[in-house]
């Protein structure tokens, strides 16, 4: 279960921070003994807040989300830096505990099935750029809630670190179960599956970045071998600024490797609706769900980002519809409507997966 619980009695913090007492019953968050012990999750209007375990001198000078849960009392800032008592917005904490995780064997056994999947989709890439995972330099971006697949690189001897705007909690009563099922499926010669069985926190196997791609702040440049991930690219905020930003911190000559999903997330399988939506429109239904819809980009033109963004693509796998009926469907729509896709390839409309190897020019 998740507990959710209102937030009602601001003051004022100082520049764009704002405070409050947590609700009876909310565990104790940071502290100076672990500045990452809370797992509430800061909702305004239901939407999650961010980076969690921000600086307070960051929240009361840049806001934006940032907030900290400091012993029991709640330091946090607005999305767009408003007066919380008087913007029209409800606020809430909402504290997962391990059973929203999903704790029982079957469902966590599922989860390490899909992290070593998701491993082995990595490995073979690393291997297909000639990259040793031992001691390679690897960051993952949106790793998920439960870092599966980093730590099993980490696991595998590259040294991991993990971006991610949102970044999972530790959760005492899953993430140790959650690793004792990847310790019985995945070699763990350097104990890192060990210690987390044993409750140490990602960060004692991972570089934890509270980042979004499109800022990688504390990531040198050219500093990785490997820049990896799944089903994150499509839900950028900025995707120039992310291309850039994973252009600076690729060594040159090293790889990245990104699996996107370019079809529209709201499902059903009609993965091209958000294509005959006005731009502006689709920008603010998906804001409201943090861009979970997915993006509008087409394949090609994430190939573009990475082309001008001084990566040379080596290697490309992409997933088509499989639904004939539904694609003359949409394509008779989009054809005639006034989207700037209407008159897009055919070829690329169909892609709605597509695997990139790209390498950064020296
Ligand atoms: C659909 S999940 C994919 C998680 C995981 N890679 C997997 O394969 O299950 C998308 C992830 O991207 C993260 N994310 C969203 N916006 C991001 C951004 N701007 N930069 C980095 N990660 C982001 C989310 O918090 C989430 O962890």
């Not at 000078?61 to 409800?90: A, E, K």
Request: charged share 20%.
């Amino acid at each position: 279960m998740t507990a959710t619980h209102a937030l009602d009695r601001f003051t004022h913090g100082g520049g764009h921070c704002w405070v409050t007492p947590m609700p009876a019953g909310v565990p104790a968050g940071d502290g100076i003994d672990d500045n990452e012990r809370s797992c509430v999750v800061l909702l305004e209007d239901g939407v999650p807040l961010g980076p969690a375990h921000a600086h307070h001198a960051v929240i009361r000078s840049q806001g934006g989300g940032g907030f900290s849960h400091w012993g029991d009392t709640l330091f946090f800032s607005t999305s767009d830096n408003s007066d919380p008592r008087d913007n029209g917005r409800r606020y809430a904490v909402s504290v997962p505990d391990a059973d929203a995780m999903g704790r029982d064997p079957a469902t966590i056994s599922q989860a390490a099935d899909y992290a070593i999947a998701s491993a082995h989709t990595y490995l073979n890439q690393l291997q297909a750029a000639a990259i040793d995972i031992r001691g390679a330099r690897i960051l993952e971006l949106g790793p998920g809630k439960n870092f599966g697949a980093a730590i099993l690189l980490a696991a595998a001897g590259a040294q991991v670190t993990v971006a991610d705007p949102f970044l999972s909690p530790w959760i005492a009563g899953y993430h140790p179960l959650f690793a004792d099922a990847l310790a019985g499926k995945w070699p763990d010669p350097l104990g890192i599956l060990a210690r987390l069985s044993a409750g140490a926190g990602f960060d004692a196997v991972l570089d934890l970045r509270h980042a979004p791609a499109e800022r990688l702040d504390g990531v040198a440049d050219s500093s990785l071998d490997a820049v990896l991930s799944l089903s994150v690219l499509e839900h950028l905020d900025d995707f120039d600024a992310a291309f850039a930003e994973m252009a600076r911190v690729t060594r040159p000559g090293a790889m990245n490797y990104h699996s996107i999903h370019v079809e529209d997330h709201q499902g059903y399988g009609r993965y091209l609706e958000h294509l005959l939506m006005a731009p502006d429109h689709f920008a603010r239904v998906n804001d409201a769900v943090q861009r979970q819809r997915g993006c509008r980009l087409r394949a090609s033109q994430f190939l573009d980002l990475f082309n001008r963004h001084g990566f040379a693509v080596e290697d490309k796998a992409v997933s088509l519809t499989g639904d004939e009926g539904y694609f003359q469907d949409v394509l008779a729509r989009l054809r005639q409507s006034a989207s700037e896709y209407a008159h897009w390839p055919e070829d690329d409309l169909r892609v709605t997966c597509i695997g990139v190897r790209a390498r950064r020019g020296a």
